[in-house]
């Protein structure tokens, strides 16, 4: 359940790890702060980190539930940041959460459901030091930046994907397949902004305020997020204005298609219903039917049935029918 527990100095350097007793030794010492990093974690060492970093008690009982919605919630000189984070596994889009704690000298992340590991996100803030040095804050905007650029291959492949599609919702042959899966794609990115568009409005929040926590040389990184974010919000909309055009498409052609046999049916009837009506005078039982007396009315009889389904023909022919 812990994945890391690293202490760094005043220089950004990293210190070392440390196990979560010696979180609150360390920060007796003067310049330095710890960045852990949770993955599902129990109740008993959520209640550890509470003692060692001394975390708000609602906090952490959000903290404990993997159902919370995106939010930041300010406790005293602390924050309390809730992200969605998505991850394609197998094809299907999952999602997870990730809850933040930040305070002046201190960045927990608790991970839930699918997400991937922060520690690329970390090796990229060691790597800046002199950043690093500002305080937890950068690590924040480290996980942030993580979060937000793992979203943008999702909603590629989801354009790709579509572009595949299209060949299918073009198709002389309907399949129940492509408007099954046109829908489980728009269901996905629905899950997804709702997902990402809140995001804006806590990056917007880390920009603008909380500057006891955030400092000034790090609040232009912060709008580096909100404009990936942004971009994200944007692709997202866009995608599931296309989604929503292919499945209006899709069902106006299977309509299209549906109409097109009923009129080649109603065709097909309307050329037999030529002969049923001359063949059923001879089914009346007439005493006196003068063409029955006549060896050549049978062979006219049926060039004049010929000729009316030939002009019938032509009729629908020439309105397109056939």
């Given amino acids: 359940m812990v994945v890391n527990c690293v202490a760094y100095g005043l220089n950004g350097h990293r210190i070392g790890d440390i196990s979560l007793d010696a979180i609150s030794d360390v920060l007796r010492e003067p310049d330095t702060f710890v960045w852990v990093g949770l993955h599902e974690p129990d109740e008993s060492l959520l209640l550890k980190l509470q003692e060692e970093f001394d975390l708000h008690d609602l906090a952490i009982e959000d903290a404990q539930s993997a159902h919370q919605r995106t939010k930041i919630e300010a406790y005293g000189d602390s924050l309390f940041i809730v992200v969605q984070t998505a991850q394609l596994v197998s094809g299907h889009l999952a999602f997870g959460e990730t809850h933040i704690f930040l305070g002046p000298r201190y960045l927990v992340t608790v991970r839930h459901g699918a997400s ?15 950043l690093l040095a500002l305080g937890p804050s950068y690590g924040l905007y480290g996980v942030l930046d993580f979060v937000v650029d793992n979203l943008l291959p999702i909603v590629r492949d989801f354009r790709e994907e579509l572009q595949e ?27 997804l902004r709702l997902a990402v568009a809140p995001l804006q409005d806590i990056i917007s929040q880390l920009v603008r305020m909380h500057p006891h926590l955030i400092q000034d040389e790090l609040r ?18 866009a995608m599931r204005e296309m989604l929503a055009a292919a499945i209006s498409v899709n069902l106006s052609l299977v309509t299209f298609g549906q109409n097109e046999v009923m009129k080649k049916l109603a065709g097909w009837a309307a050329m037999l219903a030529a002969p049923t009506l001359v063949t059923s005078w001879y089914g009346m039982n007439f005493v006196h039917m003068p063409e029955l007396a006549q060896p050549w009315a ?3 009889i049926i060039g004049i049935v010929a000729c009316l389904v030939g002009g019938i023909f032509l009729g629908l022919k020439r309105a397109k029918w056939f």
């Fill in 116 to 130: 991937l590991s922060y520690a690329p996100a970390r090796r990229y803030c060691e790597n800046s030091p002199e």
């Fill in 165 to 191: 599609l299209e060949q299918d919702i073009f198709a002389d042959t309907f399949k129940r397949s492509t408007v099954r899966r046109l829908y489980d794609m728009q269901r996905d990115l629905m899950t």
């Fill in 220 to 237: 232009a990184y912060f709008r580096d997020v909100y404009d990936h974010v942004f971009r994200v919000n944007e692709s997202i909309s």
């Fill in 298 to 300: 049978y062979p006219v």
